[in-house]
């Protein structure tokens, strides 16, 4: 499976490349979360959400072409899904938006995925 774990990275990445959209304004995060954007600070803090999702991205991207950098692309991606995971875990009293919904039935699909690169990575790495 030597192809394994960079394959792993670059699905994750493109996971975390999705809300770069996001950047572009209240109309698109909208699209993205299925919540109206109306406070201008809010909306600030989602834009630079969706640029940090963007740097991550780039990152798990650039460490899928490096081996080296295998272990720390796979712990990032981990510590973002399973950190938003989560947050959503203790927010279940509360309804979600279906795309919402939706985010944290592709993060559990990005947690399996990453979980299975990380063993990958432990086993070659022993």
Same mark, same amino acid.
């Given at each position: 499976?030597?192809?394994? &774990?960079?394959?792993?990275? +670059?699905?994750?990445?493109? +996971? %975390?490349?999705?809300?770069?959209?996001?950047?572009?304004?209240?109309?698109?995060?909208? !699209?993205?979360?299925?919540?109206?954007? !109306?406070?201008?600070?809010?909306? *600030?803090? *989602?834009? %630079?959400? $969706?640029? =940090?999702?963007?740097?991550?991205?780039?990152?798990?991207?650039? /460490? /899928?072409?490096?081996?080296? =950098? %295998?272990? =720390?692309?796979? &712990?990032?991606?981990?510590? @973002?899904? +399973? @950190?938003?995971? =989560?947050?959503?875990? *203790? !927010? #279940?009293? @509360? $309804?979600?938006? $279906?795309?919402?919904?939706? &985010?944290? #039935?592709?993060?559990?699909?990005?947690?399996?995925? *990453?979980? +299975?690169?990380? /063993?990958?990575?432990?086993?070659?790495?022993?």
């Amino acid at each position: 499976m030597r192809y394994g &774990v960079p394959v792993i990275l +670059v699905l994750v990445a493109v +996971v %975390h490349a999705l809300p770069l959209v996001g950047v572009l304004g209240a109309g698109k995060l909208a !699209q993205l979360y299925g919540t109206p954007v !109306q406070d201008a600070g809010v909306e *600030l803090l *989602l834009r %630079h959400r $969706a640029v =940090l999702f963007g740097l991550l991205a780039a990152f798990m991207g650039y /460490a /899928a072409l490096r081996p080296d =950098l %295998h272990r =720390l692309g796979l &712990v990032a991606g981990l510590v @973002s899904v +399973v @950190s938003f995971l =989560l947050l959503s875990w *203790l !927010q #279940r009293g @509360s $309804a979600l938006s $279906a795309p919402l919904v939706t &985010v944290v #039935r592709v993060d559990g699909v990005a947690l399996a995925l *990453l979980v +299975v690169g990380l /063993a990958l990575h432990l086993r070659r790495s022993h």
